[in-house]
């Protein structure tokens, strides 16, 4: 589902942010990524969403290696990793309805058949009711939340967040987390970079470490690329995928 071969990352002729990095994740998986400020979690999510090029070395993200993806495949990436960055990038200038159709509309999307999924996705995050208003008007939570559901309208395979919780009170990083954990039971393989250990040590099963020059993965290291699914990643991913994102989230409180 993902997996890193001997990825390294600098940016220009910086220094290596992340090197020889190797660790596969499976369909299902619900990880935190870990590790203290300028470590590299950012740079490694956006490694997995394309929104970064590796240095060196191999990424695949869903059966496609990410270096040797053709342009008319980019779409198809965008479509499979939904991606919340720490500054939401929502638009300030639309209602919450309208950020949530954006992808949908880029894409060429049917209006009416892109409405009803944008309705469900912000059903799925609890902003039903918030459709016309501005997320100006939304609280922190609430702006967190309608970024959740424009990267999940796609119905994405993976969803990749940096930091969802660092703005907010204990209350509402719950709420949100009690969101991914929901979209992760039916399926969606979830990767979120945090601070907050007590929060994720609550949802997630695996740990990814950063620290300057160092990487630790809690499900030790990678198996060599033919030696099948990680032994020690129980009882995740067993589960058939149905439609990821869209099963029956909903009780997010
Ligand atoms: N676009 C960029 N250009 C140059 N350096 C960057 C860029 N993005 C991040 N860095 C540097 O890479 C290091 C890791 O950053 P980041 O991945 O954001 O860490 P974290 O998310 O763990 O705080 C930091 O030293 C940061 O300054
Ligand atoms: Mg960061």
Known sequence: MIEFQHVFKSYGRGRNILADINFRVSAGEFVFVSGPSGAGKSTLLKLIGGLEPASRGSIQVNGQRLDKLPARARPYLRRAVGVILQDTHLLFDRSAFENVMLPLAVQGHPWDSAASRARAALDK?????????????????????????????????????????????????????????????????????????????????????????????????????????????????????????????????
Not at 179 to 203: C, E, K, P, W
Not at 216 to 226: F, K, R, T, V
């Open 125 to 253: 995050v609890g902003l039903s009711g918030k459709e016309d208003m501005n997320p100006i008007e939304l609280s922190g939570g609430e702006q967190q939340r309608l970024a959740i559901a424009r990267a999940i309208v796609n119905r994405p395979a993976i969803l990749i967040a940096d930091e969802p919780t660092a703005n907010l009170d204990h209350d509402n990083a719950q709420r949100i987390m009690n969101v991914f954990r929901d979209f992760n039971r039916v399926g969606v393989t979830t990767l979120i970079a945090s601070h907050d250990q007590d929060l994720m040590a609550r949802y997630a099963s695996r740990t990814l470490r950063i620290d300057p020059g160092k990487f630790a993965d809690s499900n030790g290291p990678a198996s060599p690329p033919d030696a099948g699914q990680p032994q020690s990643a129980p009882a995740r991913a067993s589960g058939a995928r149905a439609e990821p994102g869209f099963g029956h989230p909903g009780e997010s409180a």
